[in-house]
């Protein structure tokens, strides 16, 4: 009976010092979150970030359409040259609608280097709906 009791307290003080472990390394993991965190929050307060990365938005008939030759741009678009353009001009209207409403800003949307250009929209939305994925247009287009 003695041995039983013993036994009995060996195994709650186990179970115990177990609890008081499992608290500790959780506190501590919270504890390291809460630093990490908060160095990170210091970090960007004082500037330490990358450079802005400057992108140079590309001409669709000389930097994306030349380069892919009349037979590629066919297999990327399912369409000719020509035919993309009819579409963009049967959609020109309502896509300067949709993307540069007039209740923007003051600066004219055709000189804006920063303005991704309706062309160029719709070039990525019709490589996309052809069968291409997302991270490849993200390199080619803009």
Not at 26 to 51: D, K, W
Not at 59 to 84: A, C, N, Q, T
Not at 98 to 110: A, E, I, L, S, T
């Amino acid at each position: 009976k003695k041995a039983k009791r013993k036994h009995e307290r060996q195994r709650r003080r186990r179970t115990i010092q177990e609890m008081d472990d499992i608290q500790y390394s959780s506190f501590l993991s919270l504890y390291l979150c809460m630093i990490s965190a908060l160095f990170f929050m210091f970090l960007s307060t004082i500037g330490l970030r990358g450079p802005d990365i400057h992108r140079v938005r590309k001409d669709i008939e000389k930097d994306i359409f030349v380069p892919l030759g009349p037979y590629y741009l066919r297999r990327s678009y399912r369409m000719h040259k020509e035919s993309f353009y009819a579409l963009h001009e049967i959609l020109r209207v309502h896509l300067e609608e949709h993307f540069f409403p007039k209740r923007g800003g003051k600066r004219p949307v055709k000189s804006n280097p920063y303005v991704i250009s309706t062309e160029i929209r719709l070039s990525i939305a019709l490589r996309y709906f052809a069968g291409a994925s997302p991270y490849d247009k993200r390199d080619a287009e803009f």
